[in-house]
């Protein structure tokens, strides 16, 4: 059973433009949800995570929103830049239950100069 | 050390064989996570350990998979008798407690069966 899905699957977007990948998930005991970011040849570093009690973290060009009624997340990446190109993963764990990370199944996003 | 570091970088073994992947988590960490990523998927959890406490082997695909973890330092998985779907990159991450600040991967153990 995939627990978290993400789409979309691969994203391009231009240069100075937002990009958004969306993830939904379904056991409403989830009590933290981090993207990551995995360049190739390299393990995943987390870039920014939330908690259910606040709709919206910013941090620089990386905001996610979220939806608790909905149970869905999203990263938006502003100002889009070369260097962004990557995969990003969503995810999310429960804290009283080890954290053990539910992955979404990765967007590859390119962003185009 | 800085990171968590995993060895060795890239496996080629052969159908059959036996192979062990190592893990050295960061100084301090006390949780430990491996997790299996086949190419141009999401990861899948394995095994997770925390401190001196019995690990939990729920992610484990088959009985041909097994995991150790000295302490709060260093683990190994083990995969016995390799198949060609065991191939993938084997990610190991830690935490400082069970995921509260969130992981540190390493970049991997690539396994290839041939």
């Known amino acids: 059973q995939q627990q978290v899905k993400q789409s979309p699957q691969s994203l391009i977007v231009q240069k100075g433009g937002i990009s958004i990948i969306n993830c939904a998930y379904e056991?409403?005991?989830?009590?933290?949800f981090p993207w990551y970011q995995q360049f190739p040849g390299k393990g995943p570093a987390l870039l920014i995570a939330i908690r259910p009690d606040v709709s919206e973290k910013k941090e620089g060009r990386f905001t996610i929103s979220f939806n608790k009624s909905a149970k869905q997340f999203s990263l938006h990446i502003m100002d889009s830049q070369p260097g962004d190109s990557a995969t990003y993963f969503c995810a999310a764990s429960r804290s009283n239950a080890g954290n053990m990370l539910t992955f979404g199944g990765g967007t590859r996003l390119m962003v185009k100069p | 050390g800085a990171g968590v570091s995993q060895s060795p970088s890239n496996k080629v073994t052969e159908k059959g064989k036996d192979v062990e992947l190592r893990c050295d988590p960061i100084?301090?960490?006390?949780?430990l996570y491996w997790y299996r990523q086949r190419l141009g998927q999401g990861l899948e959890f394995l095994i997770y350990?925390?401190?001196?406490?019995?690990?939990?082997k729920s992610g484990l695909p088959s009985d041909r998979f097994s995991a150790e973890r000295t302490g709060e330092s260093v683990s190994t998985l083990t995969i016995q008798r390799t198949q060609q779907e065991d191939s993938a990159v084997y990610l190991c991450a830690s935490s400082l407690v069970a995921g509260v600040y969130g992981y540190t991967f390493g970049s991997g153990t690539r396994l290839t069966v041939v």
């Open positions: 056991n409403t005991a989830f009590d933290y």
């Open positions: 100084s301090g960490h006390t949780a």
């Open positions: 350990f925390q401190g001196n406490s019995a690990p939990d």
